[in-house]
């Protein structure tokens, strides 16, 4: 009987732990969207500030590449494009 209760654990361990292993791959190989949806739409003509700054996909921050907010989904673009369209991140205050 305890044979058959510490290999039922076992089981449950090992089930639990491919779980995990196969959720955490799936997110490292999803894909990440090069396109701009939002972005391309509002870009208007180059300013001189080309500081790189980054997007989710709706579009409504900018951010600093290191951003807690930038897990989902990341597009570079300048700040002179998005500066008067999108508000800066409160978290990681990029140049406004």
Known sequence: M???IILTIVAIIYIAVAAVGIYLGHRENQTQTTTQ??????????????TLV???K???WYHRGACR???NSRIPVK???VRQYCRPCTKCRPQR
């Open 79 to 81: 700040l002179s494009q």
């Open 37 to 50: 949806p939002y972005v391309s739409s509002i870009a208007g003509p180059a300013d001189t500030d080309d």
């Open 54 to 56: 980054f997007v989710t």
């Open 2 to 4: 305890r044979r058959k």
């Open 69 to 71: 907010e930038l897990l």
């Open 58 to 60: 709706s579009g409504m």
